[in-house]
């Protein structure tokens, strides 16, 4: 098989010196390397090959007839960028030639030490370390790109919150009054005026605990109030934080056309809600009292429409949760009470639609009675959508919910034998207006608001929730609460300690 030969241009003006290295070169060619020499003896010479010829690699003495010192490296460098360039010298410690690494030269070597060995591992060297360097600039160069092309402000910190880089989007839209000030090398503060103050903070956290902090605060971009999307990603080197990238998005359109939406929804839902109230109990009374004097068919259809209005009722309820969700948390009157005793209030409600089905409701709870600091009618909402759900999609078996204390939390779960969830739907799982599944029950199609109003009112008690779920077999929701006895809180009664268990 034929080698490819390694090229190599040698620009020495020294002829015996040249002829050495030519000699040089044959012999390490004569030991498995094919290289290939061609030489120049000025610079103007080289430059003229260059032009003409790509080259494998350089090897330049630094001073020629019409050049001298870095200048000749600076032209040759100029002339073929991505082409190594190894220096030939004479002298021992050369300034010039350090120099001259500084700005990209491979290596240089001492003319006097040089034999065929030194000399082809050099040239090989050389090839491989520039090889790499033209790759990374390569892929540098791509993302920098793609970087600078997006809407997005970006911008990356080092450990100590110094400016490493920006792209245009961030100097724009958060800089505009001086778009054009160098930042790099500048502290956050100085230079992120226009970022929420908060932004320090978060990245602090995300290079401390070593994880994405998001956040929405209310900010100027591109000279206009809005509202932004920060997202704070720790970059880690050898498993430690080393810098955070800082992504901004101007999000202040997308939480208008929430605002409205969610206005729309509550107005709606209020408006609806007092006839709705009136239909549901006038069909309920005609069907009680007058069921007698009605025919079958007058009592199908009034029994359909009774129905009807609860399940419109039930989605009413769902959208005003929803609202009462948007004011705050404010509407959230955390009280001490008792974890175990809610969700027997959750059971004893849907006991009777599990009886007509044939499902077990079991209970676990590792003691009668666990407290915490809870909005009460929260976390009554919790187990019963939990509970609704699990009843919804469970055609036989049994239904069982845990309530433990777990060192400082409460640990609770819904845990069904019923249809599971695929797991490609698992990731939008709680997410508004998401429905999957088909209810035992057809009747019982819900809203796909539950499983988000669940999570929100568990992000407002600082709570997590956790699926798992194995189609077929059935689906566990498990949430978890802080365990709280007495919490810090700053209102008209002033504060109370801070106590946990
Ligand atoms: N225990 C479960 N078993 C199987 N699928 C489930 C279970 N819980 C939730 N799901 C799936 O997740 C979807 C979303 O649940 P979510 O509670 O948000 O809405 P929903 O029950 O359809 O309506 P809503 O609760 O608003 O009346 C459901 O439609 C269903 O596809
Ligand atoms: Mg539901």
Known sequence: METLKIKVLIIEDEKPYLRLMDAFLAEAS???????????????????????????????????????????????????????????????????????????AQDYLLKKTINPESLARAIMYA???????????????????????????????DQELRVIMANPAFKTALRPEDPRAEVTGRKLPEVVSALPEKCEKLCLQALSEGRIITAEEPSVWNNRQSVLEIKCVPVLAAGIPRRVVVVARDITERKQV?????????????????????????????LEDGGRRLTEEEKMLLTVSYKDAQRLDRII??????????????????????VVGLADEAIE????????????????YSAAKIETLLDTDGIT?????????????????????????QGDRIECYVKDTGAGIPKENQPCLFQKFMRFGKPVAEDEKGTGLGLFIVKEILRRHNGTLAVSSEPGIGTTFTFTLPKILCEEVQDAGGKQETKRQ
Do not use: C, W
């Open 127 to 157: 090839i491989e370390r520039n090889g790499i360097e033209v790759s990374l600039r390569a892929s540098e160069e791509r993302y920098r790109t793609l970087i600078d092309a997006l809407d997005d402000a970006i911008v990356v910190f």
């Open 258 to 286: 929430e605002q409205l939406r969610d206005d729309f929804a509550s107005l709606v839902s209020h408006e609806l809600r007092s006839p709705l109230t009136s239909i549901t109990a006038g069909i309920g009374m005609v």
């Open 317 to 338: 309820s769902k959208l005003l949760e929803m609202s009462r969700l948007k004011s705050g948390p404010s509407r959230f009157k955390k009280t001490l009470a008792d």
């Open 349 to 364: 409600r849907f006991t009777p639609r599990a009886k007509t089905r044939n499902i077990e409701l079991k209970r676990r």
């Open 30 to 104: 004569a030991h498995g390397r094919d290289f290939e020499a061609a030489s120049a003896e000025t610079l103007a010479q080289a430059l003229e090959l260059l032009k003409k010829t790509p080259f494998d690699i350089i090897l330049s003495d630094l001073f020629l007839p019409d050049s001298a010192g870095l200048e000749t490296f600076t032209a040759i460098h100029g002339r073929a960028p991505d082409t190594p360039v190894v220096l030939l010298t004479g002298l021992e410690n050369d300034a010039v030639a350090e120099e001259a690494m500084r700005r990209g």
């Open 381 to 405: 909402e919790v187990f019963t959508n939990l509970l609704s759900n699990a009843l919804k999609f469970t055609a036989k078996g049994s239904v069982e919910i845990g309530v433990a204390q």
